[in-house]
């Protein structure tokens, strides 16, 4: 049986709209205000498809946040297995259904919609796992089996989205689920040895990679190898973000960027075009409000009494850390190219779902904040 506070017994739909997160929801509602002003640079200052897409899509993604961050807590973790499971049934659909596109089979065509399961993977695993710790006694974490199935429901996804082939997402989704078996108390040993067999077989790794995914590694090393070629991308970006200077451009003066000088830059490469034309500042201003989101979550998760909502908290946030981390890297030419978006900002609507479902857990922690779950 769940544990109900008199409080949470007789909280209404008022009440639960009262004990919302409102610093939170206020700086996702700044980031999807500045992905309109960005989507409409994209279309080069007209409501166009850019623009009108990634808008509509905000603004349904967001009320379905509202919407489910309504619900109790307990019904996040009653699913969290089921939602697992079927986010993997449909990895595995991608690989016979699905179809292809930039030498990448990712996508399932639902007519209405394309849809990219290894994007929602990356907060199914954090629910799964947070339930699977929560339910497992202290004691028994380091043990062999608790461990080694651990290790299972993280390698079935990881290796379905490598072989799709995205080793940049295959990644992201393994560090998250990582970080939540750091966060249950996994000994540092298991990490350390985990670290040491990855750089063993790291060789036969890179031998199996596709031949696109091989250049990004090598252009990673010396951007100036393929300047026309496979490091355009850095390249490019590294210009457009050095030219935006302390103060930037100014709103729809990207040269680069309107010149086609710069690939992607609605996706991947998004970043790059919000700093040429907002310059530093911009980018720090951006970068604070990021930090801030994450801040929150934090906050919800240490207020939290039960341990799924905290470790949720704690994972999801690593998340978007690192999905910002790994985005502005890559730009900067300190990481190779993958494909990582920005959370909100980049157009497609898989990630900003991804994005709007972890938001609507986290503010649902914090409405039932006071709950414990046995």
Request: include cysteine; aromatic fraction near 16%; charge should be positive.
């Amino acid at each position: 049986m769940y544990q109900y506070s008199e409080l949470n017994k007789s909280d209404t739909f008022f009440q639960k709209i009262k004990n919302l997160d409102y610093p939170l929801i206020i700086m996702i509602l700044l980031l999807g205000l500045i992905s309109f002003f960005i989507m409409y640079s994209v279309d080069e200052g007209k409501i166009l498809t850019h623009t009108k897409s990634h808008f509509t899509k905000f603004v349904i993604f967001f009320l379905l946040m509202i919407f489910l961050s309504m619900l109790h807590i307990k019904f996040w973790y009653k699913i969290s297995s089921i939602s697992y499971l079927a986010v993997l049934v449909l990895l595995v659909l991608v690989k016979f259904f699905g179809f292809e596109a930039g030498g990448a089979q990712r996508w399932i065509d639902l007519k209405f919609a394309n849809l990219q399961p290894s994007e929602l993977m990356k907060i199914c695993i954090i629910l799964f796992l947070a339930k699977y710790y929560h339910k497992l006694k202290i004691n028994d974490v380091n043990k062999f089996f608790p461990v080694l199935n651990s290790i299972i429901i993280i390698f079935l996804p990881v290796a379905l989205v490598m072989s799709q082939p995205d080793m940049g997402t295959s990644i992201l989704i393994g560090m998250s689920g990582i970080i939540v078996l750091w966060l249950s108390g996994l000994r540092i040993k298991y990490f350390f040895y985990s670290f040491l067999g990855f750089l063993i077989i790291l060789p036969f790794i890179f031998s199996f990679l596709k031949e696109y995914q091989k250049l990004r590694i090598l252009n990673f090393i010396n951007p100036n190898m393929d300047p026309l070629g496979s490091g355009y991308h850095v390249i490019q970006s590294k210009i457009a973000i050095g030219s935006g200077g302390f103060d930037g451009k100014g709103f729809l003066k990207g040269t680069q960027s309107y010149l086609e000088f710069l690939p992607e830059k609605e996706t991947d490469f998004v970043f790059t075009l919000f700093a040429e034309q907002f310059g530093f500042i911009g980018s720090v201003i951006l970068l604070l409000i990021y930090l801030g989101i994450i801040y929150r979550i934090i906050r919800i998760g240490l207020i939290s009494r039960n341990h799924f909502s905290k470790l949720f908290c704690y994972g999801f946030s690593f998340t978007i850390f690192l999905n910002l981390a790994v985005n502005l890297l890559m730009v900067l030419g300190l990481l190779p190219v993958v494909g990582s978006p920005l959370p909100i900002l980049s157009y497609g609507g898989s990630s900003m779902l991804t994005m709007m479902i972890g938001f609507s857990v986290v503010l649902c922690a914090k409405i039932n904040s006071k709950i414990s779950i046995p």
